[in-house]
Each structure stands twice: as structure tokens, then as C-alpha cells.
């Protein structure tokens, strides 16, 4: 399946992987965001829509020349100089601060392209445990 030029999973072997691409839970319940870019507010998806099918970064539609930062385990939870701006890696605590409150490990505001999602507490474990995997 396509969506915004990207080849989707026709399946997901996990939740966790269904929310990032689709930005809805296994139980059909979409995931709930404020802010976010004006394709994301349009279109809709998930993390998939802005850091890729790949997990490498992507191309933020309309503003083509912003690039979203990478999601890969390397880039979210090991030490990494790649375009993560000027912070530390990520932990459990510190990647929900940013998926939820848009900061940074150092307590840095995010992008504001950076939607501020609210999972609930099982669908944000098994993002969690996808992006770490």
C-alpha cells in the first residue's frame, strides 16, 4: 500500500508497528495528536508519515525541505550525533516526554512539526517495544 509515496505493510506483526505506520491502535481506535504538520493534520498515518517506512527520517510534506529526524534503535537509544540535535539518547521516560510533551532528553522543545500524541498506556508500551526493536 502507498501512502504520501511510501510503501505501507499490507500487514504489521506487531501493535506497535500498526500504530507507527497507521497511527491506529489493533483495537481500529486511531491515536489522538495535537499539532503536528499540515500534512498530518490533513492526511492523517502515524510516525511513519514524517520519519519514513524505514525508520531513517523523511521528507515533511508540504515543507519538503525539513527533514524529520531518524526513529532507527540506533538513532532514539545509543549515543548518535545525527541530526537528533544536541542531546543525549533516549530512554523510556525521556522518549514518551517527547511523543507526548514535544522535549528533547536535555528538556529542549521539539520541533513544533512534532505532533504531541496521547496513546493509551498499552498502545504506548508496544510503540515503545517497536521502536526499540
Not at 525541505?65 to 525521556?94: C, I, M, N, Q
Not at 522543545?109 to 526493536?133: C, G, H, N, T, V
Request: charged share 25%; glycine share 16%; with cysteine.
Amino acid at each position: 500500500m502507498m501512502m504520501g509515496g511510501q510503501t505501507l505493510p499490507l500487514s504489521y506483526n506487531s501493535n506497535g508497528e500498526r500504530i507507527y505506520f497507521m497511527g491506529i491502535s489493533a483495537s481500529g481506535d486511531a491515536i489522538g495528536f495535537s499539532g503536528g504538520n499540515m500534512h498530518l493534520r490533513m492526511m492523517g498515518g502515524g510516525c511513519a508519515t514524517c520519519h519514513g517506512a524505514n525508520r531513517s527520517g523523511g521528507r515533511m510534506m508540504p515543507e519538503f525541505w525539513k527533514v524529520a529526524p531518524p526513529l532507527t534503535r540506533d538513532a532514539l537509544f545509543e549515543e548518535h550525533g545525527d541530526g537528533h540535535g544536541d542531546h543525549g539518547s533516549y530512554d523510556e521516560a525521556t522518549l514518551r516526554r517527547a511523543v507526548v510533551r514535544g522535549t528533547d532528553p536535555a528538556g529542549q522543545p521539539l520541533d513544533e512539526a512534532m505532533p504531541r500524541w496521547s496513546a493509551s498506556e498499552r498502545d504506548w508500551r508496544d510503540l515503545f517495544d517497536y521502536l526499540k526493536s
